[in-house]
């Protein structure tokens, strides 16, 4: 796959500790307003995709499915993660960046 800096980006955005990861603390870091982009693993189960899908577009945050559940934690040094929140905007900017890049 393509997204090895998309990856980077997000292990990196993990050890400033600007991320949290799993389906309660992304969907809490959206609802108060802390998150700035969610990502969901593509092999995330599809309740779990239409879940965030509306609640990002209510909340009117980017969303964007890449990669896998393993990849995605790998990525953060976790075990599987099928969601995550960036909560920080130059890291959410610079994800958004690479993504649109591919």
Same mark, same amino acid.
């Given at each position: 796959?393509?997204?090895? =800096?998309?990856?980077?980006?997000?292990?990196?955005?993990? =050890? *400033?500790?600007? %991320?949290? @990861?799993?389906? &309660?603390?992304?969907?809490? @870091?959206?609802k %108060?307003? #802390?998150?700035?982009?969610?990502?969901? *693993?593509?092999?995330?189960?599809?309740? %779990? =995709?239409?879940?965030?899908? !509306?609640?990002?577009?209510? $909340?009117?945050?980017?969303? $964007?499915?890449? @990669?896998? #559940?393993?990849?995605?934690?790998? *990525?953060m040094? #976790?075990? &599987?993660?099928?969601?995550?929140?960036?909560?920080?905007? !130059?890291? *959410? =900017?610079?994800?958004?960046?690479?993504?649109?890049?591919?």
């Open positions: 796959m393509k997204n090895n =800096k998309v990856l980077s980006l997000i292990g990196l955005a993990t =050890k *400033a500790g600007k %991320t949290v @990861s799993g389906e &309660f603390s992304t969907e809490k @870091s959206v %108060t307003g #802390k998150g700035f982009l969610v990502l969901v *693993a593509d092999d995330a189960s599809e309740n %779990t =995709k239409k879940k965030f899908r !509306n609640m990002c577009d209510y $909340y009117q945050v980017p969303i $964007y499915f890449l @990669s896998d #559940k393993e990849e995605l934690g790998r *990525a040094g #976790k075990e &599987f993660r099928a969601s995550l929140a960036v909560q920080d905007m !130059n890291f *959410a =900017k610079a994800i958004m960046k690479e993504i649109d890049r591919q």
